[in-house]
């Protein structure tokens, strides 16, 4: 207990220190050790505005639109994240679940499989974020804001004129192969070749050679999705070099002289193009053929070239990837894209702007390939 004159002397004390105190100002206000909850912003999520998804990095064509998307984002002043697929509709809808995360407002979608993909970009609606398909047709859902492709239909359509224009006489051999089943786009390029060529097979120019639900449904100048589903599975490459040698081949060598000689073949792409090439110039029996494909890829152009290939289908990827992109940032700033016409996945009409194509052999080749430089064709050997 302190006595009372020690009592005296701390308050006196304690008077001068105050005193000293407000000599020198007003004693600072303690800092807060925690912000008030109402002041709390929390930050932006790091990331890219858009999101890209393409199917695979091991083929030519989508290493070319990683390209593309990058620097034509980049100019655009846009951040962008491409992330694969690689084949697998579960890594899809994991990268679909991760640019979810990084707060994009758009992602872009190449399915791997077209009705797989409906699952994710059903959770990319469900989260806010607009979802535009890419080249292929997400199908069987209501999810899809926006179509980016070319007139994949004009494309079937350009690959059966350039047979067409190439055959004459009659009981020309027609090879028919097709993409995956699992793309839309390989029901469109078919469907796009059959009506031109069936005609043409109607009034006997063209005999179909490797498959028999072709030939049971060659009078019907319109085939249905099921109709065509029959046709393609057995005649599908799914987009895969080996696939399409080995299809190729083993009809070779189970046939008969007879159903070769000058052929005429309808390849759905550039790859599956020059890998069906090599195999029928292998065989004795084939004095020639007639082979479409379509993108244009460089390994191709080569092939055209060389007399290997006879066309391809050019599909722009600089015209493609800069809708995808003006469709992005229409979403971005609040508007809607373009647009001309209208696809139907099975569940919607999904809004669409096709994109022109154009057919190319060595006769256009320097136009439109090289002076339009889609490629440099310094790059290539035995142009003139």
């Known amino acids: 207990m302190f006595k009372k004159s020690s009592l005296s002397v701390l308050m006196a004390i304690l008077f001068v220190a105050t005193l000293m105190l407000s000599a020198c100002g007003p004693a600072p206000t303690p800092v807060a050790t925690t912000a008030p909850e109402a002041a709390v912003t929390q930050p932006e999520v790091p990331g890219a505005s858009v999101g890209v998804i393409l199917p695979t990095k091991d083929e030519p064509r989508w290493i070319q639109d990683e390209t593309r998307f990058n620097d034509a984002f980049t100019t655009a002043g846009y951040d962008v994240e491409i992330l694969f697929s690689q084949g697998d509709s579960a890594k899809e809808k994991a990268n679909v ?61 350009a690959q059966g004129q350039y047979l ?57 100048a319109t085939l249905t999705r099921d109709e065509m589903a029959k046709i393609i599975g057995q005649v599908t490459t799914n987009w895969d070099f080996n696939t399409a040698k080995n299809l190729a ?50 390994a191709s152009i080569q092939y055209i070239i060389d007399g290997k290939q006879s066309m391809t289908v050019l599909k722009d990827v600089r015209t493609l990837v800069g809708d995808a992109i003006a469709a992005a940032v229409a979403y971005l700033t609040g508007s809607a894209p373009e647009q001309t016409n209208t696809y139907n996945n099975g569940a919607v009409d999904v809004p669409a702007k096709p994109s022109a194509v154009v057919s190319v052999d060595k006769a256009n080749l320097q136009k439109e390939i090289c002076d339009s430089g889609y490629w440099d064709c310094t790059e290539f050997t035995g142009l003139p």
Not at 104 to 119: L, N, W
Not at 282 to 289: E, F, G, P, Q
Request: glycine share 8%.
């Open 97 to 157: 679940e991760s640019l979810i995360s990084k707060g994009v407002k758009v992602i872009i979608i190449c399915p791997q499989d077209a009705t797989a993909a409906a699952a994710a970009a059903q959770e990319a609606r469900d989260a806010g974020v607009k979802v535009i398909s890419y080249d292929r047709l997400i199908r069987d859902t209501p999810a899809v804001d926006y179509y980016v492709t070319f007139d994949s239909i004009a494309v079937g359509a």
């Open 164 to 220: 067409v224009d190439k055959a004459t006489g009659t009981g020309n051999p027609l090879y028919l192969y097709a993409g995956a089943a699992s793309d839309n786009n390989a029901f469109l390029f078919f469907e796009g070749a059959w009506n031109v060529l069936q005609p043409k097979i109607a009034d006997g120019t063209f005999v179909i050679k490797n498959s028999s639900e072709a030939v049971g449904l060659q009078d019907k």
């Open 249 to 298: 081949e083993s009809y070779l060598t189970a046939t008969t002289a007879a159903d070769k000689g000058n052929v005429f073949i309808l390849a759905p792409n550039d790859g599956t193009s020059r890998a069906i090439a090599d195999a029928f110039a292998a065989d004795k029996d084939v004095t020639s053929y007639v082979v479409t494909g379509q993108d244009a890829e460089k």
